[in-house]
């Protein structure tokens, strides 16, 4: 086996599937360690799937996705002052796949990509698969987890070739602001780098408004956004995503997809269509519901003196700073869920700047989140006293 496919990034979910496995038993247990939206797709698109399927669309599609769905990703992007072509477009199974088609197209060994750390887990893996690294660069707990751009510039060297960033950011929810998007922008022009942006969390936006990478003029030829279905329209299960990019590199992932994917399905293409060009209502009911739950987190753990709520202004996610357990992250996570039945994952999964806090999904309801924060909250003051007591 390859150490180039290495990573810690599936051992995260290990307590994931721990807790599923208890809960399957019978056990109540509070699922909060994963960012799988509880909503059941709209009926519209499900709708537009069926009949799609029933129409006999179940034959090979066209490998860089069907020319009305591309369009329609182009009309979403509208919102975001972004002016694209559907050549600019590649369909693929999800965004996860097109991260990984993209390191493919644009990485080669030796080659460095800076990330901001804590990151998605599944980056390194992706990156390391084609031989570069992934060279880390930290955000700050006590900074709220912002990005210092100074920081970024300070990792570039003459191996790095890309930046790679995820705004909304999976675990912290913190949003890259657009002052921030100019200046990484300019390093990108100065030092001949592909400017890569994950942005699976652009719709749940609560307090901010979302920047799109491909808006930032001067290197829109260096400038690859990824995105999916997934979160904003509860469609995770779908696997239906896109990289929008130069027509050079869409040409290259389509070479790509051709050997590895073939194009999605045309049917789930459609629910796609349907997806991003019916009425918006439900997605915003469910962007206002995830807005809800944060806020039922942050209540249930205002005025503790062992933990508390980094609150997050957009994405799916909340982070607990539970440093003051005397606890490690994973520690916590361990004892939360053996002991009070949540489970939620470590944040050092996510790299070392995010040791000390355990990142909550927003996956259940607002009650059940108190529930279950309230039940964190006991654990960790549980701990506090025992800390105390040891002192
Ligand atoms: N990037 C980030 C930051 C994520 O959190 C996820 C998980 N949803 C993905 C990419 C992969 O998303 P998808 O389901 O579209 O493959
Ligand atoms: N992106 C989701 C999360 O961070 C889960 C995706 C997965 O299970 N691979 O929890």
């Not at 477009?89 to 080669?108: E, H, N, S």
Request: some cysteine; hydrophobic content about 40%; glycine content about 8%.
């Amino acid at each position: 086996l390859t150490a180039r496919i290495a990573g810690e990034g599936a051992a995260a979910w290990n307590i994931h599937y721990r807790a599923l496995a208890r809960q399957q038993a019978g056990e109540d247990i509070t699922v909060l360690s994963v960012g799988d939206p509880d909503f059941t797709t709209p009926t519209r698109i499900m709708d537009a799937a069926r009949d799609s399927l029933y129409a006999g669309n179940t034959h090979y599609a066209d490998v860089q996705g069907k020319v009305a769905l591309r369009e329609a990703i182009v009309n979403h992007y509208r919102k975001y002052g972004v002016t694209a072509s559907p050549d600019q477009l590649i369909v693929l199974a999800g965004a996860q796949c097109g991260l990984y088609a993209t390191a493919q197209c644009l990485l080669d060994p030796g080659d460095e990509v800076i990330v901001p750390e804590p990151s998605y887990v599944t980056y390194e893996a992706v990156i390391q698969s084609t031989g570069a690294q992934l060279v880390r660069v930290a955000l700050q707990a006590d900074r709220g987890f912002q990005l210092d751009v100074g920081d970024i510039a300070a990792a570039i060297t003459p191996n790095t070739r890309a930046i790679l960033l995820n705004s909304p950011h999976n675990p912290t929810g913190s949003c890259i602001e657009p002052d921030q998007w100019l200046a990484i922008a300019e390093l990108c022009r100065a030092h001949d780098l592909w400017l890569i942006s994950d942005e699976v969390y652009s719709d749940l936006v609560f307090e901010v408004s979302h920047t799109c990478a491909a808006s930032l003029t001067g290197i829109e030829d260096r400038t690859v956004v990824i995105s999916s279905l997934s979160k904003s329209h509860a469609m995770t299960g779908w696997r239906l995503g896109w990289v929008m990019g130069p027509p050079a590199l869409i040409n290259h992932l389509s070479n790509l997809a051709l050997c590895m994917l073939y194009g999605c399905p045309d049917f789930i293409q459609d629910a796609g269509i349907a997806a991003l060009s019916g009425d918006h209502r439900e997605l915003e009911q469910m962007r206002d519901a995830y807005r809800q739950r944060r806020d039922a987190i942050c209540e249930a753990l205002t005025g503790s003196d062992a933990v508390s709520a980094v609150p997050p202004a957009a994405g799916m996610f909340v982070m607990v700073d539970i440093r003051r357990t005397g606890l490690s992250s994973g520690e916590f996570a361990d004892r939360l869920l053996d002991e009070h039945g949540v489970s939620v994952l470590s944040g050092e999964a996510f790299g070392p700047s995010a040791a000390g806090f355990v990142r909550l999904s927003l996956t259940q309801s607002p009650e059940s989140l108190k529930q279950a924060s309230l039940r964190l909250r006991q654990c960790a003051e549980a701990c506090l006293s025992t800390n105390s007591e040891c002192l």
